[in-house]
Every structure is written in C-alpha cells, then in structure tokens.
C-alpha cells in the first residue's frame, strides 16, 4: 500500500518536476527540493499528534517523489547517444 502511493506520487509530481528541470537549471530546482524536505523533515519533531504526523509525513513523500524523476533527468543529461 505505501509503495502504491509512493509510485502515485512520483507519476503525478514527475511531469511537473521534469517541465521544471527544463526551464530552470537543475542545480536550482534540486537545491529547492533539498531545502524543501529539509524544513519538512524538521518539522517532524514538532509534531505532537497523529493528525500532524500523518501531515509532514505526506509533505515528506511529496519531496521524496521528486528525486526519482530528477535522478534519472540527471543520469540522462550524463549519457549522450552515439548511434548515427
């Protein structure tokens, strides 16, 4: 159940995440990513209920589904074809 909705995530959030990559620079839109799940993983010691927890927890699987998308934008920039 939790990698279905890890892989909903990642389909929904690729597509943004991809045209985002394109029209800025990666280094940008990673650095933005990382310091966003940086402030939603703080936030995970101040939660002080289920409700909450449940709430930086979806937050936190919406900037962990980024990286799989930017990984592999990443590695494909990297790997150039050489067929004719």
């Known amino acids: ?6 892989l909903l995530r990642i389909l929904l959030l690729g597509v943004p995440y ?3 990559h ?8 990673s650095r933005s990513n990382t310091f966003m799940w940086g402030i939603v ?6 939660c002080s209920n289920y409700g909450g927890l449940v709430t930086v927890r979806f937050f936190l699987g919406v ?3 980024t990286l799989t998308p930017a990984f592999m934008f990443i590695t494909s920039t990297w790997c150039v074809s050489h067929i004719p």
């Open 63 to 65: 900037a962990e589904a």
């Open 18 to 20: 991809n045209i985002a």
């Open 41 to 46: 993983v703080a936030l995970t010691a101040v």
């Open 22 to 29: 394109r029209s800025h620079t990666s280094r940008k839109v």
């Open 1 to 6: 159940m939790g990698l279905q909705r890890l």
